[in-house]
Nanobody
Framework: QVQLVESGGGLVQAGGSLRLSCAAS????????MGWFRQTPGKEREFVAG????????TYADSVKGRFTVSRDNAENTVSLQMNSLKPEDTGVYYC?????????????????????WGQGTQVTVSS
């Protein structure tokens, strides 16, 4: 069983930065991928970024490339999302997610239904 707890959301002006953290409990190292998603009212959960825990391989949505950076800390068992140059359209509830991938599956899925474990979410609001 994996439990995820996000923190670090808040209100920031456009152009500012925020850093989200996701504390993971349970066995989330070997074979796991970690994803960040966001959701706004009336819309589906949208992939933002993901990372493979063991290799550190990362992938990003086009809308955040060059502005967001996902990283993991093996010692602390945390995954972070550094968000720079924030825009009003980055506003939403941000969720951390985890999924254990099968052997020889080295990618990072970008659809919410691929992930089995979810945090409670943290609100990010970017004002213009």
């Amino acid at each position: 069983q994996v439990q995820l707890v996000e923190s670090g959301g808040g209100l920031v002006q456009a152009g500012g930065s925020l850093r989200l953290s996701c504390a993971a409990s349970g066995h989330t190292t070997s074979g796991y991928v970690m994803g960040w998603f966001r959701q706004t009212p009336g819309k589906e959960r949208e992939f933002v970024a993901g990372i493979r825990w063991s290799s550190g391989y990362t992938t990003y949505a086009d809308s955040v490339k060059g502005r967001f950076t996902v990283s993991r800390d093996n010692a602390e068992n945390t995954v972070s999302l550094q968000m720079n140059s924030l825009k009003p359209e980055d506003t939403g509830v941000y969720y951390c997610a985890a999924d254990r991938r099968p052997p020889f599956d080295f990618g990072v899925p970008d659809t919410a239904n691929e992930y089995d474990y979810w945090g409670q979410g943290t609100q990010v609001t970017v004002s213009s």
